[in-house]
């Protein structure tokens, strides 16, 4: 293994803790009903039940971007990360609350990092090999 893929295999598992690590005490909080959650739902004015449904997907996919194998399972899982904080930051800059998107944000880029530096033992292969 080459330098530079050892690197790329230890950024991988440092964004993907902190990915999961951070995914998890959100989907806890988020089912729990912290006041904080409640609070920026009620702000935002999405209705309480969003944020059972929120932490749920978070939990499911710290676990499957965590796991082995499922290649498909993570990518729907690192999809659903973009998505949800997309829209987080949304709805935040919407609400003239720009100071609430670092969170997101962060969880937006270490997606993409993880993703981005995912090894190929948990990528999906090539639909059309490029030879």
Do not use: C
């Not at 690590?21 to 702000?43: H, I, K, N, W």
């Not at 609350?97 to 993409?112: D, S, V």
């Amino acid at each position: 293994m080459s330098d530079n893929s050892k690197g790329k295999v230890v950024g991988y598992w440092i964004t993907t803790a902190i990915l999961a690590v951070l995914l998890l005490a959100a989907g806890f909080m988020d089912l729990m009903g912290q006041p904080e959650v409640t609070e920026s739902l009620q702000r935002l004015g999405y209705p309480m039940y969003l944020a059972a449904l929120l932490g749920t997907v978070k939990l499911l996919a710290a676990i499957a971007i965590l796991a082995p194998n499922y290649a498909r399972l993570k990518e729907w899982a690192y999809a659903g990360v973009v998505f949800i904080m997309t829209g987080a930051i949304y709805s935040h800059i919407r609400m003239d609350e720009a100071e609430q998107t670092l969170m997101p944000m962060l969880l937006l880029l270490l997606a993409f990092g993880s993703w981005y530096l995912r090894p190929p033992s948990r990528k999906l292969p090539d639909l059309i090999p490029i030879k």
